[in-house]
């Protein structure tokens, strides 16, 4: 039997370990090499495996990967030895892509040409894993500075860390008590702010020692509340920093952060799994369990438009910061374009690779050209042309992506890898 064969016939099947199983079906990477290993000698790809195909998982990787590093190990970002694994990387690009099962039966648009060069590889610090709670929630890395890297720790931490730096301290901790298990966290305008699996919020000053307790509080004790999403903007009469909670309650709601208050609460028709407000702070877009786009006041939550064309759940959005641009990221595998000055319908629809895409960012005006970075849940990161839409740079590797974020200044760009045998903070920078 092939490898292609079996694969059709359902990779799980007789498989008495458990499966860390973030995107339903899917493998990691060690256990889909064992999977290889034990199940294919005959296999005319994997049949050259070595024993260390099966303890993969023990693989002794170098605590940092360089650019120099990537270079001499043919374009290689994660200190895989495919040499002495006798598999090549694009073999097991081609097996990887063709097992790994998106929330979608369904055609799909083919991605962007990948004809632009935005980015280059700078390092990867295998020492600072990041962990997903639940699958479709991938917003758990955040920067304020080079030197301010903020990412999801063990679940229920969230650490700090820096270019060039080997350390990484805890600046909140959740694990006392009952633990609060960390589904999405931002840091921005001097605050960092954490949501819970449970509808639990921590919010502490970026000002504060990092020692320091946050403050910890409840957004909703509804059964089905899920903190899906959490993103900061300043208050437009305050001018003080706001976390605004999308919540699987079918709620959104505003929290002051300086003053610990919720000062606005908005509710509909179904889960709410993102959000991003306009630079003006006057608009809001808004996806979760349904197809359509919602574009609402900030202050009332009133419905201005819905914006049709996504054909699943919507969970990622972003708004660009000169006001123009919308993307929302949907589980149908497109990203749509909008322009906020006429919602008429998308400028574009683009296509990924192997799933959809969870989370958006849009680089800051004066950071060089204007992209958007589209990661999709494992293996692919896309950065889009944001002004002719017609182009893109793409990065591949192996594992479960746990977010992505810019520098301030644009000049960077991290990626958490939470893939438990290959993963790391992994650092790219502008061409």
């Given at each position: 039997?092939?490898?292609?064969?079996?694969?059709?016939?359902?990779?799980?099947?007789?498989?008495?370990?458990?499966?860390?199983?973030?995107?339903?079906?899917?493998?990691?990477?060690?256990?889909?090499?064992?999977?290889?290993?034990?199940?294919?000698?005959?296999?005319?790809?994997?049949?050259?495996?070595?024993?260390?195909a099966a303890q993969i998982k023990s693989l002794k990787r170098p605590e940092v990967v360089t650019k120099e590093d990537m270079e001499a190990n043919g374009g290689d970002y994660q200190g895989i030895p495919w040499g002495n694994l006798r598999m090549t990387r694009d073999e097991f690009r081609v097996l990887r892509n063709r097992t790994y099962k998106n929330y979608r039966n369904m055609p799909y648009p083919d991605p962007l040409p990948t004809n632009r060069q935005f980015f280059r590889f700078n390092g990867q610090e295998n020492t600072k894993w990041t962990r997903v709670v639940h699958f479709q929630l991938r917003n758990l890395l955040s920067v304020t500075s080079r030197h301010d890297i903020f990412y999801?720790?063990?679940?229920?931490?969230?650490?700090?860390?820096?270019?060039?730096?080997?350390?990484?301290?805890?600046?909140?901790?959740?694990?006392?008590?009952?633990?609060?298990?960390?589904?999405?966290?931002?840091?921005?305008?001097?605050?960092?702010?954490?949501?819970?699996?449970?509808?639990?919020?921590?919010?502490?000053?970026?000002?504060?020692p990092f020692e320091s307790k946050p403050i910890i509080g409840i957004i909703t004790r509804n059964d089905n509340g899920i903190t899906n999403h959490v993103h900061a903007h300043l208050g437009r009469n305050s001018g003080s920093p706001v976390a605004v909670f999308s919540s699987n309650d079918n709620k959104l709601r505003v929290l002051d952060c300086y003053r610990d208050t919720f000062i606005g609460e908005q509710g509909f028709e179904w889960p709410i799994n993102c959000s991003a407000t306009s630079p003006d702070g006057r608009l809001r877009v808004v996806v979760g369990d349904h197809t359509d786009v919602m574009i609402v006041e900030a202050d009332s939550g009133r419905i201005l438009r819905t914006l049709e064309g996504h054909e699943d759940y919507g969970f990622s959005c972003a708004?660009?910061?000169?006001?123009?641009?919308?993307?929302?990221?949907?589980?149908?595998?497109?990203?749509?374009?909008?322009?906020?000055?006429?919602?008429?319908?998308?400028?574009?629809?683009?296509?990924?690779?192997?799933?959809?895409?969870?989370?958006?960012?849009?680089?800051?005006?004066?950071?060089?050209?204007?992209v958007l970075v589209c990661p999709e849940p494992a293996d692919y990161v896309n950065i889009i042309d944001a002004v002719t839409w017609d182009g893109m740079q793409k990065f591949d590797?192996?594992?479960?992506?746990?977010?992505?974020?810019?520098?301030?200044?644009?000049?960077?760009?991290?990626?958490?890898?939470?893939?438990?045998?290959?993963?790391?903070l992994m650092e790219f920078e502008r061409c």
């Open positions: 039997m092939t490898a292609e064969e079996y694969f059709d016939e359902g990779l799980n099947e007789g498989y008495d370990e458990p499966i860390i199983d973030i995107e339903s079906d899917n493998f990691d990477f060690s256990r889909l090499f064992r999977r290889l290993y034990d199940y294919y000698p005959f296999d005319p790809t994997t049949f050259r495996l070595t024993s260390l999801s720790s063990e679940h229920c931490r969230i650490r700090r860390t820096g270019v060039g730096s080997k350390t990484s301290e805890t600046i909140i901790d959740l694990s006392t008590g009952v633990p609060v298990k960390i589904t999405t966290m931002t840091a921005r305008h001097g605050v960092i702010v954490a949501g819970g699996f449970s509808g639990e919020y921590a919010v502490k000053s970026l000002h504060a708004w660009s910061d000169d006001g123009y641009s919308i993307a929302t990221g949907n589980q149908d595998r497109t990203v749509r374009i909008y322009d906020a000055r006429n919602f008429s319908r998308s400028i574009t629809q683009i296509g990924t690779n192997i799933a959809g895409v969870r989370t958006l960012r849009f680089s800051e005006s004066g950071c060089g050209r204007r590797f192996f594992g479960e992506i746990a977010g992505v974020e810019f520098s301030p200044k644009g000049g960077e760009m991290f990626v958490a890898n939470a893939d438990l045998c290959v993963g790391g």
